[in-house]
């Protein structure tokens, strides 16, 4: 009875220790555990995006059949490349210059940029679809006839997509991820398979044209909601006042983060585009589903970046060496090691849930595996181009990503011709590693940081 008393309290204690734990990392202000919950949260957000985005998948391949299904995953790999860009390069330098300006406590320039950033990124998103459009249009005779539909719909999606991710970049500097990440992540995919449900129900066609009929219409809503609740919040975070729009710095520093996030868009969907040109669209559906049933792996590397790059940038522009370097260490160690952990659950349940789309689709199981070493060595050196792009380093990490691209690209030019989906898997993933390694020495050598998990002693 008295052992029994005795294990009765120390689980009692331990439990009041947890509480007492969890109680002071929920409430502590430093930026190191304002980070941590940022990114615990960012995740979150991903994983239930990932939940919805993964059942909807599932859904739309056996709805619409794996050819069906294959086309509209190509399209709107388009728009996600040409989305990804044409905010210029703004929604991520706001977690630069709203840290800035905010530290510095020029609150014109930050008026200035707050309203004067997401109206450049709505006019530029849509001249590029008109030329999109127009494109589409004068190589219609050179075009699959299935593809032509459904790529005008993509260019009606572009200038709402690219005022999202500015949106998002400004939600990230408050450190309000869930109205960010919330509305893209999992308000658009979840009114995107509600449509699509929708159709379903009453008969309507399911193809690739009715799937991005639903994405315009899930985009458009999505971004309108997120712009609405957004002012409302900035109108309360920053008192009204004089504007002061820095158009010539803005893009000064923002086009050469434009490289960045080009050439690393480039660098993600290079194999899907490269698989079309070679692969039938039932090929292109399985490669698709395993390498978007791993990505669970980079959610992880996402989620930290959203929520520590605007404190790199605060940190460098107050020149505060020590803590920027202890800062990077630590958001290294929170990439990592949940990313290993996620990669060695998502294999050894990756053919249970590749079957979900189709029996065909568990044919792709063997690419998770090379695809994952490429995620791996990525998230072995961290949200490290997030710092080289805060640090003033971002052409430096242009050319980091133009260099993988252009490795991307020749690899899977050359293998995906003999070796198919397997081709571009290897391709990507020594991709991954060879841009992992050249980051990794580049900021050693500019900055003088060591960006790898382990180092020497």
């Known amino acids: 009875m008295a052992l029994s008393n005795e294990s009765g309290r120390d689980g009692r204690t331990s439990l009041a220790r947890a509480v007492a734990f969890a109680r002071a990392w929920l409430t ?20 239930l995006s990932a939940a919805i985005a993964f059942l909807s998948q599932v859904l739309l391949a056996r709805w619409m059949g794996s050819y069906e299904f294959g086309i509209y995953v190509y399209v709107w790999t388009w728009v996600l ?19 800035e300006y905010t530290s510095l406590q020029r609150l014109d320039a930050l008026r200035g940029f707050l309203a004067g950033s997401r109206w450049i990124a709505l006019g530029f998103s849509t001249a590029a679809a008109v030329v999109a459009a127009l494109l589409v249009w004068k190589l219609t005779p050179l075009l699959h006839a299935y593809l032509v539909v459904p790529l005008f719909l993509a260019c009606v999606c572009l200038p709402l997509f690219a005022l999202g991710n500015v949106q998002e970049g400004i939600s990230r500097s408050y450190d309000w991820l869930p109205l960010g ?7 658009r995919p979840a009114l995107l398979f509600a449509l699509m449900a929708t159709a379903h129900a009453l008969g309507l066609p399911e193809n690739a044209e009715s799937a991005m009929y639903a994405a315009v219409g899930a985009t458009w809503i999505t971004t309108i909601l997120q712009l609405f609740v957004l002012q409302r919040r900035l109108d309360k975070k920053v008192p009204a006042g004089p504007k002061q729009y820095e158009t010539r710095h803005w893009f000064a520093t923002s086009l050469p983060i434009l490289m960045v996030d080009g050439f690393y868009l480039l660098l993600t969907y290079t194999d899907i585009l490269v698989l079309q040109q070679f692969q039938s669209p039932e090929k292109v559906a399985i490669y698709y589903a395993a390498a978007k049933t791993l990505a669970l792996v980079a959610f992880v590397n996402f989620s930290v970046s959203a929520a520590v790059a605007h404190r790199f940038a605060e940190y ?57 070493i490429g995620l791996i060595a990525r998230a072995a050196v961290g949200p490290v181009e997030r710092l080289l792009n805060m640090s003033g380093e971002q052409k430096i990490c242009a050319a980091v990503y133009a260099t993988s691209f252009v ?32 980051l990794f020495a580049v900021t050693k050598r500019r900055l003088g940081l060591h960006v790898f998990i382990w180092r020497r002693g």
């Open 81 to 99: 490349l040409i989305g990804g860009v044409a905010d210029i390069g703004l929604s991520q330098s706001a977690q630069r210059f709203i840290p």
């Open 28 to 47: 502590d202000a430093s930026h190191s555990s304002l980070a941590q919950r940022a990114a615990s949260t960012a995740f979150l957000i991903r994983l």
């Open 407 to 438: 490795v991307n690209l020749i690899g899977c030019l050359v293998l995906v011709p003999t070796l198919g989906v397997m081709g571009a898997a290897i391709a990507t993933s020594f991709a991954l590693v060879f841009e992992s390694v050249l």
């Open 181 to 187: 990440m919330g509305a893209p992540y999992i308000l």
């Open 316 to 372: 460098h522009v107050l020149g505060d060496r020590e803590r920027l370097s202890a800062f990077l260490s630590e958001s290294i160690r929170w990439t990592f090691y949940p990313s290993l952990i996620a990669t060695a659950l998502i294999l050894a349940l990756g053919l249970p849930f590749l079957w979900l789309f189709g029996r065909e689709f568990t044919s792709g199981y063997p690419l998770m595996f090379v695809l994952a």
